[in-house]
């Protein structure tokens, strides 16, 4: 009997001794709720003694904010007579509180009536912690999201959008539901639905970078150019989880962009006028005093000739005069060519390529304005040819303006100017400029000073192209081809002969 | 030669283009005197007929837009611009200062014609006027200095009693000086003398209250 009774002494001892080692703050309550056991970790834990704690007392323990949300849960576990368990904070003996887990389990007797609550309260402070720094940091992350001055999408790896930030709802006017029910082709530019589509469906096989330029519809039906870009999230198979992406109003900046490149292009006609409007208002001078004097006589020779009887001898004198200064306008046509041809020629290696796409870009605005398309078939690995730059220059960009010239009258068919250069021969560059204009009716005569088939033109723009092509030892020539249009060509040496 | 016929001047520097016009413009019928510069033109003795001046915008020395402004003041015929390269700015500056024409280089010889017509036209007008006046001045020279006094008040409409109150004479002396300013002025009515001291401008005395 006193074995028995020490065995059962030995075993509650052990038990004692595991309840108050085990890492958990361990309790038990009477049916009623009220504690009538705690741990040694509890007691050390609140800096209570049992006695403090017993009943009810240890209550004081728990954070003010949560003692009614666990008063109101108590009574509900011991009125269901289930297991419960609730977060709450509890202070510890320093005046800290941490979170635990409070666990409940009743113990019932043979007819199940509760006996006993026994329970645990586990430290959870550290998962509260980390718990609360996801939620700030999530809360951080959307306040980012709808912070940034750009409208944010994400995507499914198919394509279907699936979330849209504030700002992109704000913007287009509509809500989420709206977007997912019109589609996002409803809110473009209906010229860019299409180039959008097929960028996006690329974007979306390959799971390369999405990147296109579009104009979306603002909410009051204004149009705004954003710049797209999509980049695919991957897992580690490389398989596309999600897509990001964000739209950035460009439009401001397209606006000046545009604006650049007229004020660019206007500015490069306006050198270039002025520079040939100076030249030929001397030149227009020096040529209009013969010409002048030409017709006067002409008058006048017509008058003698047309008198009764006809005045011969001061009509051949006329005629004399004519011939005379005729020849004197054709001699300042000629100082001019020479002009040109005297003008030093930077002998600079240059790629013609790099010039006609100078000129390309200068002339950008022009093309667009007047509906021409550019096409080019510029050779690969041209050779370089001895040249100034600016001579040439003004060279294509007189055959360019003549074939866009040229193009005006055009009404029936695309305008489309098409450029190619390449090797001719092997001392040879040649540069082909052919347009889709009326033609010429004289081929053999362009480039003669004042033949123009302009309307308003000087008839000098051919010559000085002839001019510099010469200055450089290379050759001018008009193409006739059977299509519509004219093609100008000019070949270039690679060597100047001087050199050699 | 007949000095009511008209005569075109002509100052360029280019001798080509001044032939060519002396042989053009004789061939339609005008007396045609050529200058090379600005200085030649305002040194010559000009006949007294009926004219007009063609004139080279682009001259060396003096220019053609400083030679019209010379000619402002005086009694010039009217101005006709030739250029070789006309500007917008100048061709305004030369209309504004009264040029009747502005020609590019080469003109046709119609162009020339009407502006040269035209200004003969104008200038036989100017020369009538200016001839006009020179006769009144003369009739005017001949009026004595009380006369010309009479005269402020004859024209403003005085009547001979309240002038000669004014003046204080007899009413009958305004009456004689008014029969010498009728007769030396050579006006047959009122009317007529009071168009003749507007066009001397002569100012009239305040009429009485």
Redesign the interface.
């Known amino acids: 009997m006193q074995k028995a009774f020490d065995e059962i002494r030995k075993s509650e001892n052990q038990l004692r001794a595991i309840i108050n080692t085990i890492p958990a703050l361990a309790w038990s309550a009477r049916p009623d709720g009220s504690a009538d056991f705690f741990n040694r970790l509890y007691l050390d834990y609140m800096g209570l003694s049992a006695e403090q704690a017993l009943d009810w007392g240890w209550t004081v323990a728990l954070h003010p904010d949560d003692l009614n949300r666990l008063a109101d849960y108590w009574q509900s576990v011991l009125a269901s007579g289930e297991a419960g368990e609730i977060e709450v904070r509890l202070r510890r003996f320093d005046g800290i509180y941490r979170w635990f887990l409070f666990r409940a389990s009743p113990l019932r007797d043979e007819s199940g009536k509760i006996v006993k609550w026994y329970g645990t309260n586990t430290d959870i402070e550290d998962r509260k912690r980390a718990e609360d720094a996801v939620r700030a940091s999530g809360r951080d992350l959307s306040q980012i999201i709808e912070a940034i001055p750009g409208l944010v999408w994400c995507a499914a790896p198919d394509g279907e959008v699936n979330y849209l930030n504030r700002r992109m709802l704000d913007y287009t006017g509509t809500t989420p539901g709206a977007w997912e029910q019109l589609g996002w082709a409803n809110f473009l530019h209906p010229d860019d639905v299409e180039p959008t589509g097929r960028a996006w469906s690329r974007a979306i096989a390959t799971g390369h970078t999405h990147a296109i330029q579009c104009r979306l519809r603002r909410s009051d039906g204004v149009y705004r150019w954003f710049q797209v870009l999509g980049e695919a999230a991957c897992d580690s198979e490389g398989g596309v989880t999600r897509w990001y992406g964000l739209l950035l109003d460009v439009d401001d900046r397209k606006s000046m962009e545009e604006a650049l490149r007229i004020t660019e292009a206007r500015l490069s006609r306006a050198t270039q006028i002025a520079t040939v409007g100076e030249r030929s208002?001397?030149i227009?001078?020096?040529i209009?005093?013969?010409?002048?004097?030409?017709?006067?006589?002409s008058?006048?020779c017509l008058?003698?000739l047309s008198a009764q009887p006809p005045r011969m001898a001061?009509a051949y004198?006329?005629a004399e005069?004519i011939v005379?200064?005729g020849k004197?306008a054709g001699e300042v046509v000629r100082r001019i060519r020479a002009l040109f041809k005297r003008a030093a020629v930077e002998k600079a290696m240059l790629n013609l390529n790099d010039v006609i796409g100078e000129v390309l870009r200068l002339l950008g605005g022009e093309t667009a304005k007047r509906h021409v398309a550019v096409e080019t078939d510029l050779g690969k690995d041209l050779p370089l040819v001895p040249g100034d730059r600016v001579q040439l220059q003004q060279l294509v960009l007189n055959l360019l303006l003549n074939g866009i010239e040229a193009m005006d009258p055009v009404r029936d068919r695309p305008k489309k100017l098409f450029l190619r250069s390449k090797q001719e021969s092997p001392e040879t560059v040649l540069v082909e400029v052919r347009d889709y204009g009326i033609g010429l009716e004289n081929p053999d005569r362009v480039f003669e000073a004042f033949v123009t088939t302009k309307e308003n033109g000087m008839g000098m723009g051919l010559t000085i192209c002839r001019s510099i092509v010469e200055a450089h030892e290379g050759r001018l020539w008009v193409a006739s081809g059977e299509v519509p249009g004219t093609t100008f060509c000019f070949a270039l040496p690679m060597r100047l002969r001087a050199d050699s | 030669m007949n000095p009511e016929s008209p005569i075109v001047f002509v100052v360029d520097d280019d001798y080509r283009l001044r032939e060519a016009l002396t042989r053009l413009i004789s061939s339609i019928g005008f007396a045609v005197a050529t200058f090379s510069s600005a200085a030649e033109y305002v040194d010559s003795e000009k006949p007294d007929a009926p004219a007009c001046l063609i004139l080279d915008l682009q001259l060396p020395g003096t220019s053609g837009l400083e030679l019209q402004q010379q000619l402002a003041a005086g009694d010039a015929p009217p101005i006709i611009f030739i250029t070789g390269h006309g500007d917008i700015a100048s061709s305004v500056r030369a209309m504004k200062a009264g040029a009747i024409e502005f020609l590019s280089k080469p003109f046709g010889e119609q162009e020339l014609l009407r502006a040269i017509d035209a200004a003969i036209v104008l200038d036989r007008e100017a020369r009538q006027k200016r001839s006009v006046l020179a006769e009144l001045q003369k009739h005017y020279s001949l009026l004595t200095p009380r006369e010309r006094v009479v005269l402020t008040f004859v024209v403003a409409g005085f009547a001979n009693k309240q002038a000669a109150g004014d003046l204080g004479i007899a009413e009958n002396t305004i009456g004689v000086h008014r029969g010498q300013i009728m007769r030396k002025m050579g006006a047959r009515s009122l009317a007529e003398l009071v168009r003749m001291a507007d066009k001397l401008g002569i100012a009239r005395t305040n009429p009485p209250e």
């Open positions: 208002a001397s227009a001078h020096e209009n005093q013969p010409l002048a004097a030409v017709v006067a006589s008058h006048a008058r003698f001061e004198e006329a005069s005379r200064d004197e």
